[in-house]
């Protein structure tokens, strides 16, 4: 007997929704045996329900045996349904699950809600502005995560992911560190930038002067206009001007003769699915100023000027690579 073909689920199907429902609740330490009952009911009830929990448990294993949330009985949904942009961070990430993404595209796509607990953070594609309890101020960037620790001798700030700009208030008796998994850096003026990358930090001050203290015990002292790359052992001038590196906070990517590679990188953060760019394109130089909040005017502006071709599998999976030489 030929068994039917499990039919594709549209990403923006409202059972998408559904099943998010079902995950989070049976990920929140409260389920038992009546939901999980409950829930092969629903997968019996539509073939379409039965594709998409066929597809997550491909991606992530059998939903009954994924690990209950280290955040305790009743805390995961509460806090992955507590706001719409965490919501819709979910929803996005398992819509492309369910559209055949895979356990890669789960890894790319949930890497921000590992974060959700941190004091402040922000969800792909949305920036934030928080004033601090000692009058100090906070941008964060898409995908960011900090914790803010402030006590009487001292106030930090851990940069889990993402970037950030603070602006500090003066406090002569606690200074103002801020932590990344490279070394910190010390404000001894007001205003600069940190970006925590995969194995590096970056640092752009935007006025005044911060002290770098790198894990490997390297350090120096930048000046307002000047930017750095570190690792644990060593601190690197890199060339984009401080106030370029900070235009996010405007919705903007300004780059000045920059591999397109960099632009790449500022816009995956305000997409849902892959931007994926080949290293033959991602060496190609730019220079304008961009749209970060419509990156598809930002795309086709690229295509526009330079000798790439965009491919779309999906409106969740496009790959830019060089445009092919004519026949």
């Known amino acids: 007997m030929t068994r039917a073909a499990t039919p594709k689920l549209p990403v923006d199907d409202p059972i998408v929704a559904a099943a998010i ?41 059998t939903i009954r045996n994924l690990p209950v949330s280290a955040l305790g009985p009743g805390s995961a949904r509460r806090v992955l349904l507590a706001s719409p942009s965490r919501r819709k961070l979910v929803r996005n990430t ?30 792909t594609g949305e920036r934030k502005h928080v004033r601090l309890a000692d009058g100090s101020e906070i941008w964060l960037n898409a995908r960011t995560a900090v914790d803010v620790d402030f006590g009487a001798d001292a106030r930090h700030i851990r940069l889990r992911d993402g970037e950030i700009v603070v602006e500090v208030a003066h406090d002569a008796q ?70 370029a590196v900070a235009a996010w906070t405007a919705g903007l990517i300004e780059v000045h003769d920059r591999p397109l590679g960099e632009v790449i990188a500022a816009l995956r953060p305000y997409r849902s699915g892959f931007l994926r760019i080949t290293p033959q394109a ?46």
């Open 174 to 243: 606690r200074p103002f560190i801020v932590q990344t998994r490279q070394g910190s850096m010390r404000a001894l003026g007001t205003r600069f930038l940190v970006r925590q990358e995969d194995g590096d930090t970056v640092l752009a001050v935007l006025h005044s002067s911060v002290r770098i203290d790198t894990l490997g015990g390297s350090n120096d002292v930048l000046q307002a206009g000047q930017s750095v790359r570190f690792d644990a052992d060593r601190i690197v001038p890199i060339k984009p001007s401080a106030s």
């Open 282 to 327: 991602a060496a190609l130089c730019v220079t304008g100023i961009f749209s970060l909040d419509d990156s598809e005017r930002t795309l086709a502006a690229l295509a526009e000027t330079l000798p790439i071709a965009i491919r779309r599998r999906t409106d969740y999976w496009i790959s830019i690579e060089l445009a092919g030489r004519p026949s």
């Open 94 to 123: 398992l819509a492309l699950l369910i559209a055949g993404g895979g356990a890669a595209l789960l890894t790319q796509r949930l890497t921000p809600l590992q974060d959700i607990m941190a004091d402040l953070h922000t969800a």
């Open 21 to 61: 429902e079902w995950v989070v609740r049976l990920r929140s330490g409260e389920a038992g045996d009546e939901e999980h009952e409950a829930f092969a009911r629903w997968r019996r009830s539509d073939a379409r329900h039965e594709a998409a929990a066929a597809h997550l448990e491909q991606a992530l294993g």
